[in-house]
């Protein structure tokens, strides 16, 4: 895959990732590149230790909490939560992982971002798999960038909808419409 995939070319002519933000906006460098590999941490978090655990796993205790993590090896955060999400689903059908039966993915799964690849920025899409299944470090960082744009996801999860279940959402469509259009320039 060519890196011309992940980026467009901006009006002043520079490459910039399709998510406009303070990173997107730099020139695209090596580092950036996405042929190169990233770690990134899987976590289901459970209310009890539960043994045994998926082979795939480690089970663990942070904080207050036991957990369940795989470490996934990706070209983006995007493809992580992906993954993530694959693997829980795939434990929900185990016998170990009956327990989890009847909960949603984002109710339980989160997947670190060791890279800051999720920030707010101009294009900011809180559906995109890149802003999804955030850790409470990421979100409360996000939500700081966002300067009160942005808030904590409180909707009720509903059935059969298309869109994917956000971390962070908009906190008035209003604002959300107003700041794209500030943005573009209309």
């Given at each position: 895959m060519s890196l011309k995939k992940y980026n467009k070319i901006s009006s002043s002519g520079t490459r910039r990732n399709s998510q406009v933000s303070a990173k997107a906006d730099k020139e695209i460098t090596e580092e950036y590149d996405c042929?190169?590999?990233?770690?990134?941490?899987?976590?289901?978090?459970?209310e009890f230790p539960a043994f045994p655990s998926p082979r795939t796993a480690t089970t663990r205790m942070i904080g207050d909490e036991f957990v369940w993590e795989?470490?996934?090896?990706?070209?983006?955060?995007?493809k992580a939560v992906e993954k993530a999400g694959d693997w829980?689903?795939?434990?929900?059908?185990?016998?170990?992982?009956k327990f989890l039966k009847n909960t949603e993915t984002h109710e339980c799964v989160i997947v670190d971002d060791p890279w800051e690849e999720c920030s707010f920025g101009s294009e900011f899409r809180p559906t995109r798999s890149v802003n999804r299944l955030l850790d409470k470090?990421?979100?409360k960082r996000v939500l700081e960038e966002s300067?009160?744009?942005?808030?904590?996801?409180?909707?009720?999860?509903?059935?059969?909808?298309?869109?994917?279940?956000?971390?962070l959402e908009w906190r008035d469509?209003?604002?959300?419409?107003?700041?794209v259009h500030q943005t573009d320039g209309r």
């Open positions: 042929t190169h590999l990233k770690t990134y941490s899987a976590q289901i978090m459970l795989r470490l996934f090896q990706t070209k983006g955060r995007g829980f689903r795939d434990v929900k059908t185990k016998d170990y992982g470090e990421t979100i300067k009160g744009l942005l808030k904590a996801s409180d909707r009720l999860f509903e059935v059969g909808k298309s869109n994917p279940h956000p971390s469509e209003n604002i959300r419409k107003n700041h």
